[in-house]
Structures are given as structure tokens and as C-alpha cells.
């Protein structure tokens, strides 16, 4: 006989619970690709631009910068290659975790219908939302290869690790979103203080510049898992390089542990969830 109770979950142990969070996530891939599929096929309708926003976006942030640099303003620095193949690139995995940040923020409060009538692991709105971010990547890295072409220059080599170390990334972004989708559940602010947020590191860390690292920013960025997590795999697509390999390893492992720890704290949660909508 199996007796099940509100605190029964608890007294699993941390490994015990992450094997069954791994377990039902297992069984919710098909519900996972179904909110997928849902989000992606309405996410542009009754829009004017529609998929056309997904390059917009970065063409107006390089020349925003742009036209910073001319104004004096922020000076985006050397760069040895054509900044439109910078910046597009920047811009495309800073946006991993700034855009995947703001949709995962979202999804629980965004199917707010679907938690209060029905009984489902929640955490398949997280992954499905984030599934949007990753299709926004990879059109946009279709487009950085095209330009790539059109200055006549090729990626090196190194570009076969690029899907392996965006993924640290992906986890922190998906960890920090598990635990901001509850709070956003509570108080309808948090988006708009993640927005904020992403949008003041994007002027802070060198991503869409490339400035010597001096200063208090210099310093701040040196202990920012973020900025390697960013700009190592930058440098590999760029440059064929990978500097701040210590920085990056240790802020793959931190971002890893947030992931778990931030998908626990949501499983434990989730069942509170439609109470709060």
C-alpha cells in the first residue's frame, strides 16, 4: 500500500527527488513538444512583421551601437573582424539568455488557463518556452553565416564545439527562469525587472563592443559568470580561440548547479502554482 501525502515529497532526499523530476520529465516530452508546437505556431499572428522581428532586432541594436561609437559615447573598440559579423553574433548569444530569461519568466502566468483547469508538470511550459529561444538562434545564426559569406570569410574550425559550450548558458538561463516564472506567479513585476535587468548588462558587459577589460567594470566582469559564459563561445566562433577557459569552466559548473537547483525548487513549488494564477 502506497500512502501519499502534501509533504511526501520532501523526505525523498535531494537525489531521489532529482530522479524522479528526471523521470517525469521523461514522460512529459510529448506535452513539451505540443506546448512547443502551440507557442510556435501562434506566436506571430496578428503581428506585421511577424518572423521578420527576429532579425530586426539585432540589426537595431548593432546600430544603436554604431551610433553610440560615432557619438563618443561608448567606444565599441578594436575588432579584427567586420563588426555587422560581430555584433550579429554577440547579439544572437547574448540573446540566448536575455530573451530565453523573459519567456521562461512568462510561461507559467502566460497559460494561465491551462494550470488552473489542468493537472500537468508545469515545468513543460519552462522548456517549451525556452524551445522559442533556440529557434530564434538558429535563424539568426543562418543569417550570420550568410554574412559570413557575403565579406568572403568562413568560420574556423572551432565552430564544431560552438553547440557544446552555449550550453552552460542555456542551463543558467534555464535555471535562473525555473525559479523567476514562481516569482512572476506572485507579483506580475518580475518580467519587467528581468527586462530591465538584461538590458542594463547588455551596456555593461562587452558583448556588443569589444573594450579593454579596466576599471571597476573591468573588475565586475571578472567575476561575472555571465561575461564568460557570453564570450568564450563568441571567441570560439569568431576567433577560433578560447581564452578565460578557467573563468568559463567554473562558471559551466555554477551555471549547471543553478539549473538543478533552480528545476528543483520549481518541481517542489509547482503544486502551489494554480492558486497563484
Known sequence: MIIY???????QGIKNIIRTMI???GKSRELVWR??????TSR??????GWLWIVLMPLMTMGTFLLLNMSGII???????????FGLMSFSIWNIFSNGLAMTTNSVTGAGGLVQKINFSKDSLVFASFGQVVIDFLIRMGLTFGIFLLYGRV????????????????????GVGMVTSLLQAISKDIVSFVNLGTGFLLLLMPIMYSADQV????????INPLYYLVIVPRDIM????????????????????IFVFGWMFFYLSQTKLAERI
Not at 576599471?215 to 571578472?222: E, F, T, V
Not at 569568431?238 to 548547479?257: C, K, N
Open 44 to 49: 506571430h499572428k496578428q503581428s506585421l512583421l
Open 35 to 40: 506546448l512547443f508546437l502551440r507557442d510556435f
Open 238 to 257: 569568431l576567433y577560433g580561440e578560447m581564452r578565460h577557459l578557467a573563468g568559463f569552466v567554473l562558471s559551466g559548473i555554477l551555471g549547471l548547479i
Open 23 to 25: 523521470l517525469d520529465f
Open 215 to 222: 576599471g571597476i567594470l573591468g573588475k565586475l566582469n571578472s
Open 75 to 85: 567606444k565599441i573598440g578594436r575588432i579584427d573582424i567586420p563588426y555587422p559579423i
Open 155 to 174: 568560420p574556423p574550425v572551432s565552430f564544431l564545439l560552438f553547440p557544446v559550450v552555449l550550453l552552460p548558458l542555456a542551463f543558467l538561463t534555464l
Open 5 to 11: 501525502s502534501s509533504e511526501s515529497i520532501y523526505r
